[in-house]
């Protein structure tokens, strides 16, 4: 949650601090129910 809140950061780059990809981070979210402030649902 903090790597994706800091400003100006993208799912991908927050995926690639955290050590898995970036597909990996969206089910996480999804999984967790967990919504980023700020951020829309992509193509939702």
């Known amino acids: ?3 994706l809140t800091e400003p100006a950061t993208t799912v991908a ?3 690639d601090r955290l050590g ?3 597909a990996t981070v969206y089910r996480k979210l ?3 129910g967990i919504s980023i ?3 829309t649902a992509q193509g939702r």
């Open 1 to 3: 949650m903090r790597c």
């Open 30 to 32: 999804g999984q967790y």
């Open 37 to 39: 402030p700020g951020r």
């Open 20 to 22: 898995m990809s970036r």
């Open 13 to 15: 780059q927050a995926a």
